[in-house]
């Protein structure tokens, strides 16, 4: 028995779902005639996973009685995501195959991040180009001590790279719970503690850094909505010569974005555009 997370969205907010979903072989975006709605799916083996989408999301779940649809279940492994010549991004949990990738890739760190019912697992365009800017950083701070702080972190896998990189220490938060949850089971797929990973649920109006908790290599994939008002409190998480990486803004959005960064003191080193047309997207680092 199949079970079917649905929920109707805004077509303006469709890059947002598709990174949330990116990497899932169990979900779908599907437009709306007219182009104004978009609807998303995720079918799911257990009652219980659509029921917490559910909850956390809105929408609606629906039993499906047939499995047609589970050439998902049949698919082709997804080809390990390559980044720089640092990283390799792996689906894969078990021991003998991350073990044969280490063997195939022995001069890269292996991230194991399993596609969830959500929450990305660095194939969408946003997240690769945070991942290589997170390896340019990383490589430029090469033999000395720094730290990492990741705002919006998802599935943290931005966090996680930056330790296996050579970060000291990373503090990693997003609004929602469920998130959280999944970047746990995924500091535990990587061998990663608590005490090189503060991780935890946060609202980024609402939080305050404490020392331990500013970055010299802060990373913010963020609604360009919310980057342009969290500027402020994106800034106070960095320490003095910090780097500042936002990914996620629309071209449409670049120049009110970017006005809103220059406002708050930020200068652009270097821009990246990912994708075409009014709607890709972009990451960028101030």
Known sequence: MIWSWNKLSAAKWED?????????????????????????????DREEDALTLKEYFG???????????????????????KIRDALVI???????????????????????????M?????????????????????KSRRGTAWNMTDIGCGTAV???AALKLGAEHATAFDFDPMAIEVARHNMERN????????????DVFEWTPSESQKGDLVVANLFSTILQKAFPHIIA?????????????????????LAAAVRHGLAVSRAVKRGIGASANGGYSL
């Open 16 to 44: 947002a779902w598709s990174e949330r979903i990116a990497g899932n072989p169990n979900a779908s975006i599907t437009i709306i005639k007219g182009g104004k709605t978009i609807r998303i799916t995720v079918y799911c």
């Open 59 to 81: 929408g609606t779940v629906r039993e499906i009685k047939t499995r047609d649809w589970v050439a998902a279940q049949n698919r082709e492994e997804r080809a390990p995501l």
């Open 90 to 116: 792996t689906e894969q949990s078990s021991p003998e195959k991350l073990a044969a990738l280490r063997k195939q890739f022995p001069a890269r760190h292996i991230l194991s991040v399993p596609a969830e």
């Open 118 to 138: 959500a929450f990305g697992t660095g194939d969408h365009a946003t997240t690769s180009t945070c991942l290589r800017f997170i390896c340019d950083a990383a």
């Open 158 to 160: 931005l966090a996680l």
């Open 191 to 202: 061998d990663v503690t608590g005490k090189e990973l503060d991780l935890f649920v946060g």
């Open 237 to 257: 998480a960095m320490k003095k010569d910090a780097v500042l990486v936002i990914s996620g803004i629309l071209a449409s959005q670049w120049e009110v974005s």
